[in-house]
């Protein structure tokens, strides 16, 4: 819709085409329904590529602040949460009356629940043959997402198109997912369910301070998700439970020595969570008992606690899709196929992964705009 209403602006004849029985409907549901619509820290660095300086120009021209104006202009209300991140006051379906009232401004015309049965070249252009009729045009557009959420409407169809006309693809797969433990770490920690703590979590070059929370089959919580998109299956997660603070230092304390570690942490811990780790890594003695060696161990352990997740919960309650169309073959000013004159891939369908927090969506209004400017 940003791309579609970006075009019809300049005057283009634009058609936008769409399976779904209705628009916007990962919009909708972001949010917690308000629609987290941007982040006013978005940059290069929040976004995870092969290529990371691809996302650099089209976030240069379309930022934060240009889609937040058009927010405003609609008259929607809006706050930021915490870092950055900025929602509706109302609904997340103000944001999509607000890309249909662009569109419409620029006269795009539309096909909601149209399937598309095939995509073939056609004399300068492209011939796209669906339920509704043939269309043909001197341009196409993929927006069509990634994986994630199959209940909504996702699908490979990006992806495949892509492979037709000869553009590569970085292997998809889940990303800003909660992960899950394996069985002997469920059954230590199952019970925590809807227990959570401030944490630092990392994962290959991903390192983020927030919110972890247990769940019935394992990790969520926004450290754990964002974390999710640096992790690898068989590495493990590095876990500070006790962030800007020396475990050691707590746990050798003078005064303390009589108590056990699980009786001291729950100072600094949610008490279940302390007593259970404790239990789990045999540290139910005393601290009096316990010599310096034992003492460092357990407080290493506590700075650096390494979860080795069993897996994901897939694409069913990932947020977003790592990986796809590769950015090699496109322009990253134009986000045209560079082999392919007239064929331009945008939002997530592409090897551009957001941070949680509003990025994926700026991503979308600014590649769209930018593929929109082009056409």
């Avoid at 927010?71 to 609904?91: M, N, P, T, Y």
């Avoid at 009729?133 to 959420?149: C, K």
């Avoid at 796809?324 to 064929?343: H, I, N, Y």
């Amino acid at each position: 819709m940003m791309c579609a209403a970006t075009a019809g602006a300049r005057g283009r004849r634009v058609l936008l085409v769409d399976h779904a029985p209705v628009v916007g409907e990962k919009i909708r549901i972001s949010g917690g329904g308000r629609c987290n619509f941007t982040n006013l820290h978005c940059g290069p660095h929040n976004f995870i590529s092969r290529n990371p300086a691809f996302c650099r120009s089209a976030l240069a021209r379309y930022g934060p602040q240009d889609f937040l104006a058009l927010v405003e202009r609609h008259g929607i209300a809006w706050h930021e949460k915490k870092l950055g991140q900025l929602f509706c006051d109302g609904s997340a379906t103000q944001i999509i009356a607000l890309l249909q009232s662009e569109c419409d401004t620029g006269g795009v015309a539309w096909r909601i629940g149209c399937g598309i049965e095939r995509v073939d070249p056609f004399a300068s252009g492209y011939r796209v043959t669906t339920s509704q009729g043939v269309f043909t045009a001197s341009a196409l557009v993929i927006a069509t997402g990634g994986l994630s959420i199959p209940k909504i409407g996702a699908t490979p169809f990006g992806y495949r198109i892509a492979e037709q006309f000869g553009l590569a693809i970085v292997p998809p797969r889940a990303g800003l997912v909660p992960l899950t433990f394996d069985a002997a770490e469920l059954a230590r920690y199952g019970d925590l369910s809807g227990l959570s703590a401030d944490a630092i979590v990392s994962a290959g070059d991903g390192r983020f301070r927030e919110n972890l929370l247990f769940t019935h089959r394992g990790l969520s919580g926004p450290a754990i998700l964002q974390a999710s998109s640096y992790w690898l299956p068989g590495e493990p997660l590095h876990i500070d439970l006790l962030p800007d603070r020396d475990a050691f230092e707590i746990l050798s304390a003078t005064g303390l020595r009589d108590s056990t570690p699980a009786a001291v942490l729950a100072d600094h811990l949610p008490k279940r969570l302390a007593q259970q780790w404790c239990a789990a890594h045999d540290a139910t003695q005393p601290l009096k008992r316990m010599d310096a060696t034992a003492l460092r161990l357990l407080a290493s352990r506590l700075n650096d606690w390494q979860v080795r997740p069993g897996g994901s919960e897939g694409y069913r309650k990932a947020e977003v899709t790592l990986g796809g169309v590769d950015t090699a073959g496109l322009s990253s000013k134009t986000l045209e196929a560079r082999a392919v004159p007239g064929l331009y891939f945008i939002g997530e369908v592409l090897d551009v992964t957001g941070h949680l927090g509003g990025f994926n969506f700026q991503w979308a209004w600014a590649s769209g705009h930018a593929a929109g400017e082009a056409l």
